[in-house]
């Protein structure tokens, strides 16, 4: 009888989702394009991971290729270059999300409190443009700037300096790379934190205007607060790719003289794939590690974040 019960209770659950869906079915309709996109490009190629445990030959294909279990890890964990990358890619990426992560969230409490409103546009303009850019462009400005022949060190000559080698110096070029990237990135990056901060109730700056508050106090006590959530679900989405960030930019950027110093996990990938004995079920294997560390530090942060009293990512 329990049994029959538990049966009922499904299928009228399941007979109210179905009219919920018909309900809202040119909602759900909407919803097609996006999900027929990632079971093409998202969840079927996941059936190539499965290379990580084969040794593939060409001949065979992939799902002809022998298995090898965890073969591929050992020879992947006994590699310095893996290691070398991993440590690269850790200390590169805590320093993005040290002095990148924060760029954005400054640059929309600077823009919130501009009272002129057109300059407040243009300036959201200019600033959200360079994310339109592509790498290929921005490292190309930066070359023209920061070469040894650049502008800088052509104004560095002018008055009897020496020329500075900005790009080919390891020392000089990581902190390029997080100025570039807040250049490319921050204005676009701001627009989340801005709409975030027009969903704020105004009647709590008028009672604070009431009270006598300052900008700053309104600042540090309504703004901020307000808009914690969605620095922290930010923060945590960025956490996740914390293993993966950058590729495209130290791509395009690097150059022989700092390549080694900037030798990040993506980049090893690379490689390994192209540069060196191809080698597919390696270079998976690698991918797939590096997924899973991502996967790793998002669930750390998400729980971290509710330990501290956040919401994470699902409330």
Known sequence: MEQQTGKRSFGERAGNLGRAIWKHRAIYTLLIPGLVWYAIFAYMPMGGLSLAFKQYKANLGIWGSPWIGFGNYEFVFRDAAFWRAMWKTITINMGRMIFQFPAPIILALLLNEFRMKRYKRVLQTVYTF??????????????????????????????????????????????????????????????????????????????????????????????????????????????????????????????????????????????????????????????????????????????????????????
Do not use: C
């Not at 969903?199 to 700056?205: A, P, V």
């Not at 990040?264 to 997924?291: C, E, G, K, P, W």
């Open 130 to 315: 360079p994310h339109f850019l592509s790498w290929v462009i921005v490292a190309s400005i930066a070359t023209n700037v920061l070469s040894l022949d650049g502008m800088i060190n052509q104004v560095v000559t002018a008055f009897g300096g020496e020329p500075i080698s900005f790009l080919g110096d390891p020392t000089a070029f990581i902190p390029i790379l997080y100025i570039t990237d807040i250049w490319k990135y921050a204005g676009y990056g701001s627009i989340i934190y801005l709409a975030a901060i027009s969903g704020i109730d105004m009647d709590q700056y008028e009672a604070a205007d009431i009270d006598g508050a300052s900008r700053t106090q309104k600042l540090m006590h309504i703004t901020i607060p307000s808009i914690l959530p969605t620095i922290i679900i930010m923060f945590i989405m960025t956490t996740g790719q914390i293993m993966s960030m950058g590729f495209d930019q130290i791509f395009n950027m690097s150059n022989a003289a700092v390549k080694q110093s900037v030798e990040v996990l993506d980049m090893y990938i690379y490689r390994i794939t192209f540069q060196s004995a191809t080698d597919f079920s390696f270079s998976t294997a690698v991918s797939l590690f590096r997924s899973v560390l991502n996967m790793a530090f998002l669930v750390l942060a998400d729980r971290g974040s509710k330990l501290l009293g956040g919401g994470g990512l699902f409330g």
